[in-house]
């Protein structure tokens, strides 16, 4: 291929029989989303670049290293191309005034893209199912979120991925906990990292995510904002555990759960499964109560998470669990005649909700049975002149073998799905 003309690194086309296990994943989560009346929205992939840096924070990976940002050549304007959803989102709410008069669940999906080195479950564009609830002090939608998950990962079949949980405080607790963790850092000067020293002053928490060896003792003994939580933040995390048990969902609390972004407080969570080595977190969220306000909006308290949609897909597979729904049937035919009636008959089963093929090209009967089997398909209807004459077509099976069955035109959709008995087992997914 010219040079030049490769799919950017890090950046994946999703071919045919991998966009199928996509469609099944993005089906069935957004049945589950809209189940607990999550509706969706769409917003930009590109938005003005101070929104990111208000909102994630100026000292946080993402910002400091991940970002695509651009300028807009046209008029100097420096751009970002979106690396999560929820600043967007929140932006979009503030300027059509959404929660204005109740508070509001959607989810999105989409791109996001951050230029991290390229691995297994690690990519510079890379796919997210959003959810958001803006306006709920909780902690009943944390919980509701929670569940949402849950009941995802039993829909997709899925098994092994454990929640965990931590409450991250409020501003002033993280303020106190901040000043408890610099003066902790500043004890283990010796042990710390070019990173961590950078970091010490300007955001000490992200000092607790450090993998340096060196390190690990004292961020062992740090100490834990979990143990120091106001009143207010201390009933609300207590309450998302009462939920989360009358739910009868396993979690483990986590006090050294932080995440990445700035704009959490309080409840956060993440599910993580040991499948996928180092890329283990399929899903994470939490509460981001002070973010409206940030982006210039009214106080309006709300949760969200994202599920990261290329490690469920290798985790679907890693779980044998990425079979597409195949084909119904795949109809070869020869003649002029037996070509009109190979059409009418795939309509008709169409129209009671098979998934049809019709050969198209020509060729042999031979040849096309090839691409019948090929095709994945369960049935190959099978259509030649002499059939169409008799008003019949043929229907054999290409998964059990056997004989093909005449079957009078007038027959074929009640015969089809006689035959065509495996197919309930994918109807219900
Ligand atoms: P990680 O710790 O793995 O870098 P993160 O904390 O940066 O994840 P979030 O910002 O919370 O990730 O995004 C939510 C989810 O999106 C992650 O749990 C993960 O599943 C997915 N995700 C994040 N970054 C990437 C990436 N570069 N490539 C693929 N998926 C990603
Ligand atoms: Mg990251």
Redo the contacts with the bound molecule.
């Keep these: 291929m010219a040079a030049g003309l490769q799919a950017v690194r890090g950046m994946n086309d999703v071919l045919p029989d991998e966009a199928a296990v996509w469609q099944r994943f993005e089906d069935t989560a957004r049945n589950v989303f809209e189940r607990y009346g999550y509706r969706n929205v769409r917003v930009p992939v590109v938005e003005a670049t101070p929104l990111y840096v208000r909102s994630i924070g100026e000292h946080t990976d993402?910002v400091e290293r991940e970002m695509y940002t651009f300028e807009d050549k046209l008029n100097g304007e420096s751009l970002t191309l979106r690396p999560?959803a929820t600043a967007g989102i929140v932006r979009a709410a503030i300027e059509h005034n959404l929660t204005y008069e109740r508070p509001l669940r959607i989810w999105t999906g989409g791109p996001?893209f951050?230029h991290?080195r390229p691995q297994k479950?690690?990519?510079?564009q890379?796919h997210?199912l959003d959810v958001e609830a803006l306006g709920f002090p909780g902690p009943d939608v944390d919980a509701e979120q929670i569940a949402m998950l849950a009941r995802l990962w039993l829909a997709l079949g899925l098994s092994g991925i454990s929640l965990m949980i931590n409450s991250i405080g409020d501003a002033a607790e993280r303020r106190a906990h901040r000043d408890a963790l610099i003066a902790h850092f500043e004890r283990h000067r010796d042990v710390l990292d070019e990173n961590a020293k950078r970091r010490l002053h300007a955001n000490p928490l992200r000092i607790l995510d450090s993998k340096h060896p060196p390190l690990q003792d004292a961020i062992a003994n740090a100490p834990r904002l979990l143990d120091q939580l106001g009143d207010a933040s201390r009933a609300h995390f207590d309450g998302l555990r009462r939920l989360l048990d009358d739910a009868r969902i396993a979690y483990t609390v986590n006090p050294r759960l932080v995440?990445?972004?700035d704009y959490y407080n309080r409840t956060v969570f993440?599910w993580v499964t040991d499948a996928l080595g180092a890329?283990g977190?399929?899903?994470?969220g939490g509460r981001y109560d002070g973010l409206f306000e940030e982006l210039g909006g009214r106080p309006t308290p709300a949760c969200g998470f994202?599920?990261?949609v290329?490690?469920m897909i290798l985790l679907l597979d890693a779980q044998g669990k990425a079979q597409a729904a195949p084909l119904d049937g795949y109809v070869v035919h020869a003649g002029e005649k037996a070509g009109a009636v190979a059409r009418q008959v795939a309509e008709t089963l169409r129209d009671h909700g098979a998934t049809i093929v019709v050969h198209a090209g020509g060729g042999s009967f031979k040849s096309q049975m090839k691409k019948a089997d090929a095709s994945g398909a369960r049935l190959a209807i099978i259509v030649g002149d002499d059939e169409a004459a008799a008003g019949t077509v043929a229907i054999k099976h290409l998964r059990e073998g056997g004989d093909q069955t005449a079957v009078p035109i007038a027959d074929v959709v009640a015969r089809f799905a006689a035959l065509n008995t495996s197919r309930d087992e994918y109807a219900s997914l």
Excluded: K, P, S
């Design positions: 993402v999560e996001m951050r991290e479950g690690r990519y510079r890379f997210q995440r990445g972004l993440e890329q977190t399929v899903a994470g994202a599920i990261g290329e490690r």
